[in-house]
């Protein structure tokens, strides 16, 4: 969830603890080197980039043979004959239903509530429900497919049967509770009732649901034996450099190696051995913190950790689940220092910190090890994305850290690429090969244009100095990545939401969605100034409401150095900027956006194998007197196919603050489309489609969100009633569902 500009949603995820005095890039304008030099070629029109993508997943990669595309979309795949973004542009909407283009059909599959066991009840929807460890979870967002073979095995060129694996972000909540999912809307005020508060945490986790197409009709397999749910009592190992380490002991772990749930998950990525990736982002909010905390810890360096990754002495719990009883799997919530021990091995103090990281779950085999791979850092993770994969290189995996003002990421392993590990095996232990050991890097974005990644390495000299906090060892770097960042200098970003890597040009490209921070002036820690790859500072009117900093957001996108995934040095520039199409064009709406383009708080974001196409999705609270969050389908061009722009801010003192840009090559009506508008209160996120590309599943998050809590038996009073509308299920609550998408004529999506 994310409406970090409508004051009236309560807001979860637009934290801001980023108050390092990095420096700011309007400081060191004036050493702008010329970006020309330092591009590579001319520009590259939408249809070549293009071309490039269909060769790589359709015939292999003429230039790229020793290129492994992961089994699932396969490769061998003919290109379309279609034209791509053939479909006409669907309008802005406010209407409680998902619009799509002519010619297209959508159709809920799986929603909150619905049974993944024969013995499970049907769903009633109207808060009496229970036994959610055996129901879809709720806010369902990021997404993948696995084709199945005939034993449940990966699968190649199966385009009926497969699995989703999918993420449960959260809840629709108001006042601590998740008031959708009780029969009263729920107790909103402490102690919470542990019915309640199983109930709620059951919601929380994965999905895996089995998914099978009939006469070209999609459903959900209820008693399938591949349908799983992860939830808030699910065992999971910590792995990589911080398992066993002091950070992360506990009552229930003494050892420091294992951790029960996975929490807040947003984005996904999949790996190229065909395992599931999720990212644990918004996890602080979900904890508590004595107000005499500080105290307690003897204001150790813990006090400077738990600040910064958004937990003050005082903090309370989003959902107050520690009041639930005198149970563990309450108490863990609570992660005031109690106990008497040095090692925190009587209390949960150190609970938080085994929060935060990317999971890897073999989606295939419920009997193998879920497992947080902490060697890629421990932060607001969205997705993870690996680059593309060379025999015989180290493997690099792209993320961001969903916060205002943090930081981008990326980790290179130590193994190098052995194709063979794409084929069927042990997929856990190629995890453990890839994921466990490496290097970990934070992006600073340069003003002219070129960038480096930033190794986070006790050795390093910033790090090991470093006055704000003093680091143990690697895994302490690892655990406190947001420090190190801060150490080093790393440019704050407009809160970094998904990747994903072009598959012709390998660019990789990160949504920023938007951020209330960013000023001219910035006053006090938490904001930050514009800079060349976060340089809109503007006024976005909602009604009579005037949002400031960059309301809409933008899509930034990096094309490493020469040395690929290991290149220390990068170029970048702006594939889209959000805004209304009326904006002013010189200085919110650079990309031209039309209005059957334009978008605001862009968050999913992925590039289809079939196709190549950019799917941007919104997760916005900006334009939503205009429209309901969105999904647009793009064919991009490349790092340097357009223009510098330069901005000019007035200061206070009648100087003017100098912002260089460089935006990416305009969009056309053939390169960029709306393909989708959702139900009122809506976000879209998730992105994965059949190997085919003939069925693209994404998610439908939290339908109604702005319905009041009192109203919750008065569906006249929701703002949504979506998917009851739409033909599916029981009550009128709204509820978080999966689609999928198909085209009339049987074509590939986005055709
Ligand atoms: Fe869960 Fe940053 O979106
Ligand atoms: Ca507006
Ligand atoms: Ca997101």
Redesign the pocket.
Known sequence: ??KPTDLARIDH?DIDTNVSSNEQFSTVLEARLSRRSLLRGGAATAASALLGAIGLSGCGGSDNDDVVTSPNPPTGNPPPAEKLLGFTAVSKSLADTVVVPAGYTASVIYALGDPLTANTPAFKNDGTDTDFENRAGDHH?GMEFFALSASNGPATTVNDRGVLVMNH?ATTDEKLSSFFVHANGGTMSLPRPAAEVDKEMALHGLSVVEVRAASGKWSYVKDSAMNRRVHQQTDIELSGPVRGNALVVTKYSTGGTKIRGTLNN??TGRTPWNTYLSGE??WSGYFTRAATDDTARGNDKSVTSLKRYGRDAGAASRHGWETGGTEDKYQRWNISKKGTSLDGSDDYRNEMNGMGYIVEMDAFDKTRAIKKRTALGRF?H?SAVFGKPVAGQPLAVYMGD?SRNEYIYKFVSTAVWAAADAAPGDRVATGDKYLDSGKLYVAKFNADGTGQWIELSIANPLIAAYAGYKFADQADVLVNARLAGDAVGATKMD?P?WCSVHPGTGEIYFTL?NNSNRRVEPSGSSQAAPDAANPRVYTDMKGTTAQAGNPNGHVIRVKEGAAGSTAATFSWDVYLFGAESGADGAKVNLSGLTADQDFSSP?GLAFTPSTGICWIQT?DGAYTDVTNCMMLAGLPGQVGDGKKVSLSYPRANGSNLAVDTYVGKAATADTLKRFLVGPVGSEITGIAETPDGKALFINIQHPGEGTAAANVADPTKYTSQWPSNAGYGAGKRPRSATIVITKNDGGRIGT
């Open positions: 969830m994310n995820h967002d972000e947003c984005g982002e918004n607001a969205e969903d809160r939401e969605t968050d997760d």
